[in-house]
């Protein structure tokens, strides 16, 4: 009898599971051993784990194996945001404070009083108006250092800025190198333009340079996407020796450095970015919806002068330009020094909220960075997390997993919890609640 094909052996076991045969948590046979049993080429195992991986009914696990999902646990949590009424969602990170709202109101105010209220509801330049092009340039000398204004092209928002950037400077099936853990953001724009992305570091580490150069003998990288200061999901922030060498890598082999800043505003004393270290290849990605609010969609793409042309086709093609209106209500802000103090606030509330989780959860392993409004809690010993999510559900608490973070066919265990601009008294109760998951 001729071996079965792929496609069958997919749907054989689909059915296994669909039908609850197959009960989640059940470690499935090794690649290896699938094709023994089957009588099945090692590729052809491969290619039914990576379709059941892709219909969200197995997950693969880091030095562990392949295991059922747990179908309680949304293929897409972590990924796109849902309505959570009734449940308090730890999952999507939306800082604010009281104060947002004083400033907010204020800088309407501002902006219905202002002389050039008419020239706000016409077409913008593509890449932003020049004025406010230099306000933002200015507001970024200390994370950057002195950059020239017309390189920086204003968007609507960090996540359209790597779009942009995706759009603009890669092509189908180019390769990205990036952390086995990384913005999930940066995942679906990549799998929107149909990247191919690749791991180039180990599961709670930021990408290695060894790692990185072996990959690019290996085979053809284009990128490398980086969250150098304040990682997101770890909080990490790469050291300057590790960002050098990161950058001798990328300038033997010709490559783009995409870095992400979106989180950066919360480390006070930061090594040279990678704009400073290598500004004739780097790209930088930023925006205003974590240090003044998730609503603002004004970000910013600060590139070498050789790419701008390409960025603004981008710009133009998406969304022809940034929103006139709420731009200059930023720039606005950065002006009169609102910016600064909420980025202060941000810290301040991030540092707060940290110390509340290592008081709460003593015994927990937890990845951070001590002014960030998330963390990660790696799973060690065996222990997985989609049990976890689904039990902290029941109880009206949603947090993530590393499904949506990790670009590894093997997923690191671990939860995600953010928890910026949430009541003190409902997250104390969340932790609670996690520390009991934990000591189970």
């Not at 296994?16 to 051993?33: D, K």
């Not at 390409?310 to 710009?315: D, E, F, R, S, V």
């Not at 989780?357 to 001590?370: A, E």
Request: aromatic residues 6%.
């Amino acid at each position: 009898m001729p071996p079965a094909s792929f496609k069958y052996l997919a749907t054989t076991m689909a059915a296994l599971i669909e039908n609850g045969s197959l009960t989640p948590g059940t470690r499935l046979p090794t690649h290896r051993q699938l094709a023994e049993n089957q009588g099945i080429a090692l590729a052809t195992a491969t290619r039914v784990y990576k379709e059941l991986i892709a219909r969200g009914l197995v997950v693969g696990e880091q030095g562990r194996g392949v295991f059922v999902r747990d179908r309680g646990v949304p293929v897409a949590l972590g990924v796109e945001q849902s309505s959570s009424e009734g449940m308090l969602d730890l999952v999507f990170n939306m800082p604010g404070e009281i104060t947002d709202e004083y400033f907010l109101r204020a800088g309407l105010r501002r902006l219905a009083n202002s002389g050039d209220l008419e020239a706000m509801l016409r077409y913008q330049p593509h890449g932003g108006r020049p004025h406010e092009r230099k306000i933002i340039a200015s507001a970024l000398k200390a994370q950057l250092g002195p950059i020239d204004p017309e390189r920086l092209l204003i968007v609507s928002g960090a996540q359209h800025g790597l779009s942009t950037v995706i759009m603009g400077l890669l092509s189908r099936n180019d390769t990205v190198a990036t952390d086995a853990l990384t913005y999930t953001g940066f995942k679906a724009a990549a799998l929107l333009h149909q990247l191919q992305v690749r791991g180039a570091s180990g599961p709670e580490v930021m990408v290695d340079p060894d790692r990185l150069e072996r990959l690019c003998r290996d085979c053809s990288i284009k990128a490398v996407y980086l969250i150098p200061t304040v990682h997101n999901p770890l909080g990490l922030v790469m050291s300057e020796s590790q960002r050098r060498r990161i950058v001798e890598v990328a300038r033997k082999y010709d490559i783009l450095i995409i870095e992400d800043g979106a989180y950066a505003f919360l480390e006070e004393n930061p090594p040279p970015s990678f704009v400073q270290l290598a500004p004739e290849r780097t790209v930088h990605i930023g925006g205003f919806s974590k240090n003044l609010g998730t609503g603002l969609r004004v970000g910013y793409v600060y590139a070498p002068k050789s790419y701008v042309q390409q960025l603004t086709l981008a710009i133009r093609a998406t969304t022809w330009n940034a929103p006139g209106i709420v731009t200059a209500l930023v720039t606005g802000w950065i002006e009169e020094g609102v910016l600064t103090k909420s980025e202060d606030n941000r810290r301040v509330s991030g540092r707060r909220r940290q110390e509340m989780c290592r008081k709460i959860l003593p015994g927990t392993d937890i990845i951070s960075h001590p002014n960030a409004s998330f963390a990660w809690l790696p799973l060690r010993n065996r222990r997985r997390a989609d049990p976890m999510i689904s039990n902290l559900m029941s109880k009206g608490i949603v947090v993530s997993g590393g499904d949506a973070f990790a670009v590894t066919e093997a997923v690191p265990q671990g939860l995600r919890i953010a928890f910026g601009g949430t009541d003190d008294f409902e997250l104390e109760r969340a932790l609670m609640e996690i520390s009991a998951e934990f000591a189970d």
